[in-house]
């Protein structure tokens, strides 16, 4: 037998109300003895039912029952089995109208239940999402005044970066603060990197030329601002960007300058 089928087909709910037949009823106990999961379920049911019916109904007054009680025999005397002329009293039918009223009600209750919780759990979900979204944002926003506010600085000195041979139309900007020895990179003006290759940025000293790489400029598609921080203690005289295969490299391929820059030029 398919327990998960059995489980699902409402059959144990019905159950517990007490709205199935003698013969179901024990089609369901012999299986709950059988299948662990299955007596699991049935607990598991109840314990729904009793929480949601406790939660959902007003508290009854101590002497709420003896009142009913009262009320019913006055409507429906008590006859003892055996002495009524007529079969079965009209308190039978009732007893199993009221019975079957209040499985279909319970079972209600419990359906009910089972879609509030999935729809808090849904709803759970969904804030946390947006929380997590607001949380990216709020980080964004605060980097992007930090690269703002290093841009402003005045010990911030700005070197034009032109394009060269290999690509007249690039052009950068490079942010060097000598004081805390960094240089930011606005690389708007660069093409997107061919597969395999990235940009890498270099401090020149020009007489004699001497290149020192200070950086790679990774992940060039995802980054939106095209703004790179690097670490610069050199003293450089100026900036170059040349295309070079991924990882970079020793020395820079003058064939793939891209753009280049002289400081105080």
Do not use: C
């Amino acid at each position: 037998m398919d327990v998960k089928e059995y489980i699902a087909s409402g059959k144990l709910e019905l159950y517990v109300a007490g709205a199935l037949s003698t013969e179901e009823n024990l089609e369901v106990q012999h299986y709950a003895i059988q299948y662990p999961e299955i007596r699991n379920e049935i607990e598991a049911i109840e314990q729904a039912i009793l929480a949601v019916t406790e939660a959902a109904s007003p508290k009854m007054p101590s002497d709420g029952f003896t009142k009913i009680k009262a009320r019913i025999d006055d409507v429906i005397p008590f006859t003892p089995e055996g002495t009524s002329s007529k079969g079965t009293s009209w308190g039978s039918y009732l007893g199993w109208a009221a019975s079957v009223l209040l499985a279909v009600g319970l079972f209600w209750m419990y359906t009910e239940n089972s879609k509030l919780q999935s729809e808090i759990e849904l709803t759970n979900k969904e804030k946390q999402s947006l929380e997590d979204i607001l949380s990216d944002t709020q980080e964004e926003i605060t980097y992007k005044e930090s690269l703002l506010e290093d841009i402003r600085d005045q010990n911030v000195t700005v070197i034009a970066l032109g394009g060269q041979t290999v690509s007249p139309s690039s052009y950068a900007k490079a942010y060097w603060n000598k004081e805390e020895s960094k240089v930011i990179i606005d690389a708007k003006g660069l093409p997107e990197p061919p597969e395999g290759f990235t940009y890498q940025v270099w401090s020149l000293k020009l007489d004699p030329l001497t290149p020192t790489s200070i950086g790679l400029l990774d992940d060039f598609a995802s980054v939106d601002t095209k703004l790179f921080t690097l670490e610069n203690a050199n003293e450089s005289e100026a900036f170059g960007i040349t295309l070079e295969p991924e990882g970079g490299s020793e020395t820079p391929t003058l064939e793939q300058l891209y753009t280049l820059g002289a400081v105080g030029s």
